[in-house]
């Protein structure tokens, strides 16, 4: 059993890996397999065409998407179905042709142009990548930054080219925990009324290569969160002092190794009885 789980690993997966447009090649691909847990596979061709083929318009765009490659896991497409449709409807554009999306992590540069498709010419969008070889991608109407996620100052640089505040932002680039956290709290401030902050490929937080020590993961800081949305019920420390003072975190959703956080008002909590006495 172990030497055919060998065979898999390194005569299939990891080869398959390295050829995806993941960065890093054969050392990093070696870094993503878990420690604990299932392997994944790639979807089959046919499972891509049942799955997107029913979906919503984010669905049928990357469904029919013929620019540059695009690697995403394919549970994602309803999940961002349903973000994307909210996005649209919470978020007052900035002027009547302005809406402003960030993504963190920029790899081939096709996930820059699913979102310029979504939401068209009134979309300015950004990306951004440690990595200087996708400075050098032409991508038609899309922005794309050099630098790293963990950089607060390089990332208000980047946010303040933006005239307005940011409706959407991704981050789907180191996926190390305190790269996520130091992100966020960066970015959180800049992001606009009824706008989400969405972290991919949360299922890293699983795996120890992606976190440096217990607690440094984005799932355990979104459960600060949880405890943060029901702060009038409680009196328990914050680990991040700072999210205690926070009221404008108004949902945090959560689906299969994806969590959208949405920024509104969080109104004090009062219970009501009807019909009034």
């Known amino acids: 059993m172990l030497s055919n789980l060998r065979k898999l690993l390194f005569g299939r997966l990891i080869p398959a890996l390295s050829r995806t447009p993941l960065r890093g090649g054969l050392a990093f691909a070696k870094a993503r397999i878990p420690q604990v847990g299932n392997l994944f596979r790639y979807a089959r061709p046919t499972e891509i065409q049942e799955m997107l083929s029913g979906g919503g318009r984010y669905s049928q765009i990357l469904l029919s998407h013929k620019g540059h ?3 995403k896991w ?3 497409a309803p999940t ?3 973000l994307l449709e909210m996005v649209l409807k919470h978020v007052k554009p900035i002027e009547s042709s302005q809406i402003n999306i960030l993504e963190i992590g920029v790899s081939h540069g096709g996930s820059l142009e699913i979102w310029r498709e979504y939401f068209g010419p009134r979309a300015t969008v950004i990306g951004i990548d440690i990595d200087p070889r996708c400075g050098g991608l032409k991508l038609k109407d899309c922005q794309i930054r050099v630098g790293s996620q963990s950089d607060v100052l390089f990332l208000k640089d980047v946010a303040s080219t933006f005239a307005g505040p940011i409706a959407m932002v991704v981050d789907d680039g180191s996926h190390q925990g305190p ?10 401030p800049l992001v606009a009324e009824g706008g989400l902050y ?3 490929d949360l299922h890293t937080s699983y795996w120890s290569e992606f976190h440096s020590q217990a607690g440094s993961d984005f799932l355990t800081y979104c459960g600060e969160i949880l405890d943060l949305l029901h702060s009038d019920y409680h009196s328990c420390k914050f680990r991040n002092p700072e999210l205690h003072l926070r009221r404008d975190i108004s949902a945090l959703y959560f689906f299969e190794s994806i969590v959208a956080i949405r920024k509104g008002v969080r109104p004090q909590a009062l219970r009501l009885e009807l019909p009034t006495r």
Do not use: C, K, T
Not at 179 to 188: K, Y
């Open 69 to 71: 490659r695009v690697g």
């Open 74 to 76: 394919l549970q994602y």
């Open 80 to 82: 961002y179905d349903f």
């Open 179 to 188: 790269d996520q956290i130091v992100s966020f709290e960066a970015l959180w």
């Open 198 to 200: 969405i972290v991919e």
